[in-house]
T-cell receptor, first 112, second 115 residues
């Protein structure tokens, strides 16, 4: 059974810092990995999708990497801003049935 | 990407009653899913909503408790039946548009509180 873990569970950083969020998964036979952002009480916003054949994806200040063999992904946020404060979730897709398994999430707070 | 809406956005219900949540997509999509997010927890897949046939439920979820309909490729409903306070959660629908990336997009969620 696929298990997805995110470290740290919570993180507080001052504005302007670069930071890394970690995601690990137990079954390396994934189809893809998605990073999402969730604001309190809201739905999920897709940030980045990495296919299993890819090593990284970039969107603006966000960069996600994938090391499938070791079961790890990282989300790098450059020059953090207070508006980045949210919970970040990673999710892996196994097989073609489109079933996502979610991680436990990292709650990020960026302070002024 | 597909634009997804859910109704209601939130509700407060009495135990023993049922609530039907609607999910509408602005384009035809191959696959639709329903997730539950209990307070302070991550998301758990309830079922895959299959167009024209019965939904496929994950372990721990049953049709009598969470009946699902999907009459066409743009709409689905999830009913939470005979509710108890333990059903208080955010319920989210998601879609896979069916392109090669298999990227999923989520609706805004329905926040349910059961008293």
């Amino acid at each position: 059974k696929q298990e997805v873990t995110q470290i740290p569970a919570a993180l507080s950083v001052p504005e302007g810092e670069n930071l890394v969020l970690n995601c690990s998964f137990t079954d390396s036979a994934i189809y893809n990995l998605q990073w999402f952002r969730q604001d309190p009480g809201k739905g999920l916003t897709s940030l980045l999708l990495i296919q299993s054949s890819q090593r990284e994806q970039t969107s603006g200040r966000l960069n996600a990497s994938l090391d499938k063999s070791s079961g790890r992904s990282t989300l790098y946020i450059a020059a953090s801003q207070p508006g980045d404060s949210a919970t970040y979730l990673c999710a892996v897709l196994v097989g073609t049935a489109s079933k996502l398994t979610f991680g436990t999430g990292t709650r990020l707070q960026v302070t002024l | 990407s597909a634009v997804i809406s859910q109704k209601p956005s939130r509700d407060i219900c009495q135990r023993g009653t049922s609530l039907t949540i609607q999910c509408q997509v602005d384009s035809q999509v191959t696959m639709m899913f329903w997730y539950r997010q209990q307070p302070g927890q991550s998301l758990t897949l309830i079922a895959t909503a299959n167009q024209g046939s019965e939904a496929t439920y994950e372990s721990g979820f049953v049709i009598d408790k969470f009946p699902i309909s999907r009459p066409n490729l743009t709409f689905s409903t999830l009913t939470v039946s005979n509710m108890s306070p333990e059903d208080s959660s955010i319920y989210l629908c998601s879609v896979d548009e069916g392109n090669l990336s298999n990227e999923q997009f989520f609706g805004p969620g329905t926040r349910l509180t059961v008293l």
